[in-house]
């Protein structure tokens, strides 16, 4: 039974290229979340999405950043033009359903910007 | 809107001592709490939860935790300590409404000494 999948585990971007991340959600999880941790720092929530359609976006940066979850495929999280700060784990979440369940984390991709 | 505060940064303790790692949230209605563990370069491995009944929960590799309403708490025991503990722990209160997704405290880095 696998868990949450998240893949590149890393990733290397210069400066100005894109990152994309993908997240496969536990069989049978139709919500997903992304979350960002800095360096020494919390996980903070980033977005939330059902299959076409994203719930709550209001931890998303408002500019480079964007995510979905489409119909058929893993859930996207794209980071385009990256700059240094970007550098962090980001986590990918999933749940069955919203509004009380637990919440299951995937391994977490690093994405470092030289 | 809802918060966590995990007071302690860094915690030092001893091979076989106890454990206790302190937890405050705020939270408006009746809070689902959950303790989450986070190996070096690692995901989050859920630890236990709170939705409601009994206000001591039991969670894998013999941690535990006491919802307290009046204290606003959900602390983390353990009875005794392993060197395989030492990790950073979360603390995190879901937010059940419209847009579930987890508020995690800053956490604390457990360090065990042989």
């Known amino acids: 039974n696998a868990g949450v999948m998240q893949n590149p585990r890393h990733l290397v971007r210069r400066r100005g290229q894109e990152a994309r991340l993908r997240c496969s959600p536990m069989k049978g999880h139709s919500h997903v979340y992304w979350y960002r941790q800095l360096p020494e720092e919390g996980l903070k929530f980033m977005v939330y999405l059902q299959k076409e359609n994203i719930i709550d976006e209001s931890g998303m940066p408002k500019e480079r950043f964007s995510a979905e979850f489409p119909k058929e495929g893993p859930s996207i999280l794209r980071i385009q033009q990256v700059v240094r700060g970007d550098s962090a784990a980001y986590f990918c979440a999933s749940s069955p359903q919203g509004g009380g369940n637990t919440i299951y984390f995937g391994e977490g991709s690093w994405l470092t910007v030289v | 809107a809802q918060s966590v505060t995990q007071p302690d940064i860094h915690i030092t303790v001893s091979e076989g001592a106890s454990l206790e790692l302190r937890c405050n949230y705020s939270?408006?209605?009746?809070?689902?709490l959950f303790w989450y563990v986070q190996s070096p370069g690692q995901g989050l491995q859920l630890l236990l939860k709170y939705f409601s009944g009994d206000t001591l929960v039991q969670g894998i590799k013999g941690f535990e935790a006491e919802f307290k309403r009046s204290q606003s708490s959900f602390n983390l025991r353990k009875p005794s300590v392993h060197w395989s503990d030492a990790a950073e722990y979360f603390c995190?209160?879901?937010?059940?409404?419209?847009?579930?997704?987890?508020?995690f405290g800053t956490g604390t880095r457990l360090q065990v000494t042989l």
């Open positions: 939270y408006g209605a009746t809070p689902y």
């Open positions: 995190a209160v879901l937010n059940t409404g419209t847009a579930s997704k987890l508020t």
